[in-house]
C-alpha cells in the first residue's frame, strides 16, 4: 500500500492561490515617503492608512514597528491578515499606493477585526463605496421593450 501522501504536493496536485505579486507591493522607501508626504491620511486606534491616488494598479505597503508587537510572530500576523483582505479588495480599489502603519490596538484585534478596520478607514478615504444597507434588493433587471418581447 502506498503511503499516504502528506501534502497536496505529494499526490502530484498542485494547489495555488491568488498570489500577492510584487507588481501589488510598495517597497522602495521613495515610494513610502511620496505617500507619506503627499498622500491622504486616515485612522482609527488599530491603523492608520495613507493613500496616494495614481494611474498605476492599486499597492500595498505596510509598516509594522516592534513598538506594536514586540515579538516577531504578531507583527507577521498583522501583516498577514493586512495583505489577504487587500488580496480580496484589490480589484474594487482605484489605482495607488496604500500604506497601513498598524498601531498598538492592532496586536490585540483578532484577524478579522484587522480586516473589517482596513476595510473601514478605505471606505473612509474614499477608496471603496461604503456598503449597501442590509436588508436591500439588488437593483431589478429591466423588462425587455416590447420591440425585444419573445412572439
Known sequence: MPPTPVSTQDAGVVVS???FPRA??????AEFT??????RR???????LHWLADDAP?????AVSRRVDPHAVGRNRIKRNLREAFRH??????????VVVAR????????VALREAFARLLQ?????PPPSPAGTMPPAIPAPSSDQAPR
Do not use: C, I, S
Open 17 to 19: 492561490a491568488p498570489r
Open 24 to 29: 501589488a507591493r510598495v517597497r522602495a522607501k
Open 34 to 39: 511620496a505617500v507619506f508626504e503627499r498622500g
Open 42 to 48: 486616515t485612522a482609527e486606534p488599530r491603523m492608520a
Open 58 to 62: 492599486a499597492r500595498l505597503g505596510l
Open 89 to 98: 479588495l484589490r480589484g474594487r480599489l482605484p489605482g495607488g499606493a496604500y
Open 104 to 111: 498598538g490596538g492592532a496586536a490585540q484585534a483578532d484577524g
Open 124 to 128: 473612509r478615504a474614499g477608496a471603496l
